[in-house]
């Protein structure tokens, strides 16, 4: 943890570096992050209010489930690219089941739910099955896949599912009974059920991998599948297992996406939670309960460059320089602590 903390700190060191070099005010960049993800104004010494802290939250709640699935996968030794199509086709099978089935109330919920986590599941079953059983990378396989979800779900919802033929492609708004709504409390600040969700599944994650001979099996394969082999482990049926795992939580995460925060499906559905997911999960390591503050953080770094690019004009893609750098520095502290070792 003391390592990931420096590391932070020598990325925000680099970052002010550059952002000096290129005559960028530090001080109001900095004061712009800190309003933008706190709603505190450092020059006045004022609270304007919970809504940067909500919105933080809000981002942060697909990134925590996305980066969950992926961490699953690579805890088996497998990188799930694919999460972003996982995401997308779970959240359109929920919107489906709302809207075709007329699911509603808190049954219609979980059971939209696990529909999409099915989906996600059978979008990941290709690539388990040819990473398991015909030694084909998945990183190849789930790329392709990405863009097989995102053509198909564009089609759908152009055609089949389009609210109104001719017109904006996307599906109609699922009844105000089958969504997920956020919970408001005082002075603004709002609370998305699926970020309770999320953090629940992680909790069971950690449970799983830490107390249970599978979740024993999962992470043996992937610290070393060639003894895990000689221990009699079924390597191929782990790593099928850990990749179809992967795709159900991101199914889930796009089933919880549509009831909770978009109620309809368009072709903006995700900005590429599915992609950021990547970064959330290797900076979490090999931590279940790491991918909540790593999403927190990715949260917060996207949300205060939105802020900056409002107050100083500073362009809201100045979090992906944040984000690589960070992984970047992160990356190499790991690699230096294992070289030591």
């Not at 449970?207 to 979740?215: A, D, E």
């Not at 917060?300 to 900056?308: F, H, P, T």
């Not at 690019?309 to 990356?331: D, M, N, R, T």
Request: charged share 10%; net charge positive.
């Amino acid at each position: 943890m003391i390592r990931v903390t420096l590391a932070i700190a020598a990325a925000l060191g680099v970052l002010a570096a550059l952002l000096a070099l290129a005559g960028v005010p530090l001080r109001d960049v900095a004061v712009s992050f800190v309003e933008g993800t706190t709603g505190w104004i450092p020059d006045r010494g004022e609270f304007v209010g919970w809504q940067p802290v909500s919105e933080v939250l809000r981002r942060a709640t697909p990134l925590l489930l996305t980066g969950l699935a992926v961490q699953i996968a690579l805890q088996a030794g497998s990188f799930n690219i694919g999460a972003e199509g996982q995401l997308r086709v779970g959240g359109l099978v929920a919107a489906w089941a709302c809207l075709s089935l007329g699911l509603t109330g808190p049954l219609g919920i979980v059971v939209a739910t696990i529909l999409g986590a099915a989906a996600g599941l059978l979008w990941a079953a290709p690539a388990a099955w040819i990473r398991a059983f015909r030694g084909g990378h998945e990183v190849i396989s789930t790329i392709m896949l990405n863009y097989v979800a995102v053509f198909a779900t564009e089609f759908v919802v152009s055609g089949p599912m389009q609210e109104r033929p001719g017109g904006e492609p996307t599906t109609a708004v699922i009844p105000e009974a089958a969504s997920l709504s956020a919970i408001t409390f005082g002075g603004g600040f709002v609370l998305y059920p699926a970020l309770l969700v999320g953090i629940g599944l992680a909790i069971l994650a950690r449970l799983w991998l830490n107390r249970t001979p599978p979740g024993f099996e999962h992470r043996l394969v992937g610290a070393n599948p060639s003894a895990a082999a000689y221990a009699g482990v079924k390597t191929k049926w782990v790593s099928l297992r850990a990749l179809l795992l992967s795709g159900a939580v991101a199914g889930v995460a796009g089933a919880l996406h549509l009831l909770g925060q978009e109620r309809r499906y368009s072709i903006g559905f995700s900005p590429g939670y599915g992609f950021d997911s990547l970064g959330v999960a290797l900076l979490a390591g090999g931590h279940p309960l790491g991918v909540l503050p790593a999403a927190l953080l990715f949260a917060a770094i996207e949300q205060g460059a939105v802020r900056a690019q409002v107050a100083i004009g500073l362009p809201k893609e100045i979090s992906f320089v944040i984000q690589g750098l960070l992984l970047l520095l992160v990356a190499y502290v790991r690699w230096r602590r294992r070289s030591t070792l």
